[in-house]
């Protein structure tokens, strides 16, 4: 996951290179994997013709699940972890899809100004310091076109049961890091970057916590 202002300019999948081949079981039996991000795409609501950019891509699994879902749009993901990219363009090809995948941090991406309709991210701001958060969204306000959306699946506030189940998720990334993400300091972050209508859609309870899905629309 992407990381700035760090000799690691990035944030290995699980935190450390050598558990990135678990990244993909560990998240599909842990997480509700198909449930979240399936409900994050049908938030989106992804129409042909649309660009569309997915923050810390990560292994690919939202990006290919999104680009089988819609054919028509223009897929793009960026992460700044060239191991996972390098699983992502594998995971692609045997899906048979198309996607563009380019080696980038999210506070400084490779795109211009109004370059997309979409932004999707899922699992990426709890990894990043509330610094890194605030300049990753304006980045993304900055390539979102005028009332293009984003939408985000990560941790969340939860109750009692849900905030000691993300206790374990805080151990491993990091209790000063995850900080925002459990206090529910996510939609104040996008709404100081210049987006809007920020709101919660959805949450599920996990066993690693409170999976809670925003929307905002730049």
Not at 112 to 122: A, E, H, K, L, M
Not at 167 to 177: K, Q, V
């Amino acid at each position: 996951m992407p990381e700035a202002g760090s000799p690691q300019r990035y944030v290995p999948a699980l935190g450390r290179e050598a558990l990135t081949a678990l990244y993909d079981p560990l998240i599909r039996f842990t997480v509700r994997e198909r449930t979240f991000k399936e409900r994050l795409l049908d938030q989106a609501a992804l129409t042909a013709g649309q660009r569309v950019l997915d923050v810390g891509c990560g292994t690919g699994t939202l990006t290919i699940w999104a680009k089988e879902r819609e054919p028509g749009i223009d897929i793009f993901g960026i992460d700044g972890d060239p191991e996972v990219l390098r699983r992502a363009a594998q995971k692609a090809t045997e899906a048979g899809v198309q996607i563009d995948l380019r080696e980038a941090l999210a506070d400084d991406l490779p795109f211009d100004d109004g370059s997309f309709d979409r932004v999707i991210t899922s699992l990426v701001f709890h990894h990043l310091p509330t610094d890194v958060k605030q300049r990753s969204a304006a980045e993304i306000a900055r390539v979102l076109k005028p009332a293009g959306e984003l939408h985000v699946a990560d941790w969340g506030p939860g109750d009692p049961l849900m905030r000691l189940a993300f206790l374990s998720t805080r151990l491993l990334d990091g209790f000063e890091r995850t900080a925002d993400n459990a206090h529910g300091r996510l939609p104040a972050i996008f709404e100081a970057a210049g987006l809007r209508d920020v709101r919660e859609r959805s949450r599920l309870r996990t066993i690693s916590g409170s999976m809670v899905l925003l929307s905002a629309r730049r």
